[in-house]
């Protein structure tokens, strides 16, 4: 099975900073990588698909990019709506791991 | 529009199975594989597997292999995903989940969740 591997775990910042979740398999994935954001309470939300591709309805202050075995997701400039949990997922193989979630707090 | 309509949440001892339901409308039923995740309380997401409704073919992580059974019924447009052998550790939201088009691999179209509780 392909393990992701998310850092941080957690991440503490500010309204406006720039922060970037990084993603890492243990094999190469090309970029079958999607990156999902998820409120307490509610289903994840897709952002980006094919490691870099905005899901339409996504703000653009949301990229990713990587390919192979290393991915960002960056948010270029944090909104009060973004503090919420960030996962990625691969789909390159079955099963279609997750990463183990990045908790986004503010600061 | 899409919509997954998943059944009410459960409560099951130690031991039971359950069955979660997962209704599609606004598209083909046929027309795409659907996933199951899981999300145990305040942890994160685990994939469990995916179904063809085309022909029922599935693929279940090793992690749940012989225990779950995921099927669909074309005649009611609806998913069902069955877990045997429930312990405390099952304890989690159950959520079904599909691509938006071929080729876009990530997953768009949710279910709301249903919370399966195992407690003795």
């Known amino acids: 099975d392909i393990q992701l591997t998310q850092s941080p775990s957690f991440l503490s910042a500010s309204v406006g900073d720039r922060v970037t979740i990084t993603c890492r398999a243990s094999?190469?994935?090309?970029?079958?990588l999607a990156w999902y954001q998820q409120k307490p309470g509610k289903a994840p939300k897709l952002l980006i698909y094919a490691a870099s591709t905005l899901q339409s309805g996504v703000p653009s202050r949301f990229s990713g990019s990587g390919s192979g075995t290393e991915f960002t997701l960056t948010i270029s400039s944090l909104q009060r709506e973004d503090f919420a949990s960030y996962y990625c997922?691969?789909?390159?193989?079955?099963?279609?791991?997750f990463g183990q979630g990045t908790r986004l707090e503010i600061k | 529009q899409v919509q997954l309509v998943q059944s009410g949440a459960e409560v099951k001892k130690p031991a039971a199975s359950v069955k979660v339901s997962c209704k599609a409308s606004g598209y083909t039923f046929t027309s795409y594989h659907m996933h199951w995740v899981r999300q145990a309380p305040g942890q994160g997401l685990e994939w469990m597997g995916i179904?063809?409704?085309?022909?029922?073919?599935?693929n279940y992580a090793q992690k749940f292999q012989g225990r779950v059974t995921m099927t669909g019924d074309t005649s009611t447009s609806t998913f069902y995903m069955e877990l045997s052998s429930l312990t405390s550790e099952d304890t989690a939201v159950y959520y079904c989940?599909?691509?938006?088009?071929?080729?876009?691999?990530?997953?768009?179209?949710w279910g709301q969740g249903t919370l399966v509780t195992v407690s003795s």
């Open positions: 989940a599909r691509i938006e088009v071929t080729g876009r691999k990530g997953l768009n179209y």
């Open positions: 179904i063809n409704p085309s022909g029922g073919n599935t």
């Open positions: 997922q691969q789909f390159n193989s079955n099963p279609f791991t």
């Open positions: 094999q190469g994935i090309s970029s079958y």
